[in-house]
């Protein structure tokens, strides 16, 4: 009776041990005033928008994009220096890169930094953020607020065409109802229909 239950543990620590990366932003006064996003090397991924939340949203990111998300952390050492620009800037959020395999650990904070390499990974970070921002509204709006559909559908085509959204897929189920329920206006239900179409299209 003990194997069973062996079988089933040995590949939870083998996924607990997977390389992972996070990334946080605290931004007091902005919308949302915390990010936190966890993404491991299979590609399964959380999204926060509380450090004490239970219930993330969870997806699944392609195989190359997380190749090149973990390139990136490669390129930046794993983050064992630091990436604070010395020039005066604004204050942006305070950023933080963190890795993690096994007793590997490695972290860096950042307001704002001039290094292209960290510069491409905390864009990577803000379009799943982007993305999972667009998800929220979307579903909000499908439950409490049908006219404004369209108006959450408009803005993430708008992400669409400008290629910042990331693990699109995430989206079909939500679109697919909006598509298909004559609940909403004709208008939404064809801008579902087409954004379902071109995110199961694209590559």
């Known amino acids: ?39 491991d090397k299979s590609g399964n991924a959380t999204y926060k928008e509380a450090a004490d939340d ?3 949203l969870r997806f699944q990111v392609a195989d190359s994009d997380v190749n090149e998300i973990f390139g990136l952390a490669d390129k930046l050492g794993r983050f064992n220096h630091p990436l604070e620009s010395p020039v005066k800037v604004a204050f942006m959020g305070m ?16 307001n704002y930094s001039e290094d292209l390499d960290a510069q491409a990974l905390l864009d990577w970070f ?15 709006a499908v439950k409490y607020d049908k006219l404004g559909v369209n108006q959450a559908l408009l803005l993430l085509q708008i992400s669409f065409e400008r290629k910042r959204l990331v693990a699109a897929q995430q989206l079909l189920p939500m679109l697919d109802r909006v598509a298909k329920n004559d609940v909403y206006m004709h208008m939404a239900r064809e801008r579902a229909a087409g954004l379902a179409e071109a995110i199961r299209t694209s590559k």
């Not at 590949?11 to 006064?29: E, Q, V, W």
């Not at 803000?126 to 909000?140: D, F, G, K, V």
């Open 1 to 39: 009776m003990k194997w069973p239950l062996a079988l089933v543990v040995v590949p939870l620590i083998a996924a607990a041990d997977a390389p992972r990366l996070f990334f946080l932003k605290s931004f007091p006064g902005s919308v949302p005033a915390y990010i936190e996003i966890a993404l």
């Open 126 to 140: 803000e379009r799943i953020s982007e993305t999972e921002q667009h998800l929220i509204n979307l579903e909000r």
């Open 54 to 56: 239970d219930r993330p």
């Open 95 to 110: 950023k933080t890169f963190r890795f993690e395999n096994g007793a590997e650990k490695g972290e860096v904070k950042f």
